[in-house]
């Protein structure tokens, strides 16, 4: 299992996959190599943790947070998909101002349920973003999109 995090420029660039537990109290360890690849400065402190898509959670840094925002914005509210959307994202979104000293953070439960974590948990990587799954649900995705992976390259990128 390749753990690597690397920075692109001013982006920090988030890859691996680390198995970890959520405790009774739902903290989550974040691994060192994520924790440590972020710049403070350029990043700023802490994180945003929000409903994901596929039964996961999406974390992100201050900084490519509002990144986020900003493209969502530029969706107009008269659109009826795009208010739908943005309530169901920000209504859940939770600001976590930093790590305890022992690197763990704070799911609230109804963002536990929401991806249905249970105990184990995986936290990958993806580029600019984090994403939290239940150990199960991440096997479950890898069984279902693995055999695919190869098509999906090819589509993505026979564009252009």
Known sequence: MVKSVDKWGEMTMFTGEYHHTIDDKNRLAIPVPLRD????????????????????LFM????????????IEQISFTNKKARQFQRLFFSKAQKIPDCDQQGRILIPQYLKELAKIQKNVVIVGVSSRIEIWDEKNWQNYELEHDKGFEEIAEDLFSIG
Request: aromatic residues 12%; charged residues 30%; contains cysteine.
């Open 37 to 56: 690849s972020i710049d403070v400065k350029t990043e700023g402190k802490g994180f945003f943790v929000t409903r994901g898509l596929d039964e996961c």
């Open 60 to 71: 992100y840094t201050s900084s490519e947070w509002q990144k986020v925002v900003s493209k």
